[in-house]
């Protein structure tokens, strides 16, 4: 216990030699740019609802931004992967393979499309899917079959591998994507927490079939409540526009649809507000790659836990910063979590596995001994842009 107190002393002080005495959330949103203005804009355009330019110049520049070449904005990061999960043609009675690690809305959208989640391990390394385990474990539990991969136990097709990108740290999509494409899996990214991070010079959600993004208030960027469906595909990127539309045909005055689709759209004013964001981002990532830097001269000196740091290779946005505990201790770890709220420091432990959840419980799931440690293991703490300033 005394070891665990002189941690717990250490890691207060650290966290605040880098913010200040202040109280401190996890992550605030800033809008210190030009929010104020394209929101009053957009109001008195009248146009704040599910059609008007900020919707289209919003997608325009996270095309630019992300190299995708086609970007649909949404009311939600949820939203975003229901489609892009059913444009990847998962059907109901299908599975879908993510991580134990990761929020609830991945597992969620599994289920809205009436498939199953399936869910794998992860590795130290990146936070994201363990590449090798997946191919290890496919090999001993599947077979290809017509061309599908299907789960021996289940008898069910395995139609899409849905990594995420954690805490904006890329997950390996090079072997992931070598996992894909041996076992005829289709690829989409949650990268709802990597806006901004890169893997070499692709950006986090445009190496699969299909990528989404979040902007709800807690994320790199905020648009209020948002998200998008990133995709190379003409085809896919017209039917993520339908699909999000209630499926309305193109017409100057008939009102028709050709499908049951979904009232997604991302409404005008939200988008306002991401216009504005996106003009800050280059500024948000210097902030948060600061901070990254002044925490990791900061723990330089603690025993017994590790900043994480972006993969070799990688760029990550430092969505969150986050602090592993050398052993996974979940007496240490509660202790940490009182000792830094208590000093009026927000922290939160990683999300409780999706496999712990009462309505996943009963769910597939391939052996997770490293989701399971660094559940115990990874600690978030203060991370919002500006805590620290950039160098200029
Ligand atoms: C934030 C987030 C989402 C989407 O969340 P919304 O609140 O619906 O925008 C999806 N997956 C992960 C991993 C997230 O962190």
């Not at 904006?168 to 949650?190: C, I």
Request: proline content about 4%.
């Amino acid at each position: 216990m005394h070891a665990t107190s002189r941690l717990c002393a250490e890691v207060v002080a650290a966290i605040k030699t880098v913010v200040g005495h202040d109280k401190q959330q996890l992550h605030e949103p800033r809008f210190k740019g030009n929010e104020s203005r394209y929101v009053q804009d957009c109001i008195a355009s009248t146009f704040v609802s599910s059609v008007g330019p900020f919707v289209n110049r919003f997608e325009d520049e996270l095309r630019t931004l992300t190299g995708a070449a086609h970007a649909v904005a949404v009311v939600n990061g949820t939203a975003a992967l229901h489609i892009a999960l059913l444009l990847a043609g998962v059907k109901p009675g299908d599975e879908v393979l993510l991580p134990a690690l990761t929020f609830v809305a991945t597992a969620n959208a599994v289920a809205y499309c009436q498939a199953t989640p399936h869910f794998v391990d992860s590795e130290v390394g990146t936070l994201g899917i363990d590449a090798f385990a997946l191919r290890e474990y496919l090999l001993a539990n599947t077979v290809i079959q017509d061309g599908v991969c299907v789960n021996r136990a289940s008898g069910r097709v395995i139609r899409v591998l849905l990594p995420m990108h954690t805490f904006g740290h890329p997950a390996n999509m090079e072997a992931l994507l070598a996992v894909a494409s041996d076992f005829h899996l289709r690829v989409v990214e949650d990268a709802a927490e990597s806006l901004g991070s890169y893997i070499g010079k692709r950006h986090t959600g445009t190496l699969g079939l299909l990528g989404t993004l979040s902007f709800n208030g807690n994320k790199t960027i905020t648009t209020g409540g948002g998200g998008a469906i990133l995709t190379d595909s003409a085809e896919l990127g017209a039917k993520a526009k339908h699909l999000t539309t209630t499926g309305k045909m193109a017409h100057r005055w008939e009102y028709t649809h050709d499908t049951v689709a979904y009232n997604y759209r991302m409404p005008n004013l939200n988008a306002a507000l991401g216009v504005a964001q996106l003009e800050q981002l280059p500024r948000f990532l210097s902030q948060k790659r600061a901070l990254f830097n002044a925490y990791a001269a900061a723990f330089a000196g603690v025993r017994g836990v590790q900043l994480v740091h972006e993969p070799q290779s990688c760029t990550s946005n430092y969505w969150l910063q986050t602090l592993l505990l050398d052993t996974p201790d979940a007496a240490v770890r509660d202790a940490l979590l009182d000792a830094t709220n208590a000093a009026g420091l927000m922290t939160r432990p990683a999300w409780t596995l999706m496999h712990h959840l009462p309505m996943f419980r009963d769910m597939p799931r391939a052996p997770l001994p490293v989701a399971e440690s660094l559940a115990l293991r990874l600690i978030n703490i203060p991370s919002s842009a500006g805590l620290v300033e950039a160098a200029t």
